[in-house]
């Protein structure tokens, strides 16, 4: 366990700050958001921020989400830059470095917009979303009262310790 936590300690300080050529980046970046199905949109208004958990799915470089009435669509009707977080499901152990190789993240700012359910982007981009829980009843039948909040990537802080053992900096930055 001590030689566990000194060498967790190591790499922390290790001193590393190549950047991975943009490509790479965006297919690290790619295999996080697919292998995820959740994220925390975060909105603010009037400086009053907002972090809703929502299901997302990932299309090109943009995150789209069901959005039901709520505060974050008035947020973004009146501000849409948002954050986004994503991050796997890695359980450290605290104290003794643990598993930490394995914790990925990113932090994902962009622009998003409201797609209203009476237009077709918004039925085609459902299609591709849809999941068991978020179908309606009838296959083919139009959900009603939904809103797809589509979220176009402008900037990703892809965060992932291990990084560093391959020589590069831990936190890396993608633009669109």
Known sequence: MVKMATQFRRLMTAKADKQLPKD???????????????????????????????????????????????????NIRQNPGVSIGV??????????????????????????????????EFFEAYKRFASPTSTPANPGEKPRGRIMIVTDMERVEYNDIALKLEGYASKQVWRA
């Open 24 to 74: 790479e980046l965006w297919g690290r970046i790619v295999t996080l958001l697919k292998g995820q199905t959740m994220c925390t949109l975060c909105t603010c208004l009037n400086d009053v921020p907002r972090a809703t958990p929502l299901e997302y799915y990932l299309h090109d470089a943009s995150l789209y989400m069901v959005g039901h009435k709520g505060v974050k669509l008035e």
């Open 87 to 120: 991050y796997n499901h890695v359980h450290p152990r605290w104290g003794d470095g643990g598993n930490w190789l394995g914790v990925i993240g990113a932090q994902i700012t962009g622009t998003a917009r409201l797609v209203p359910d009476d237009v077709p």
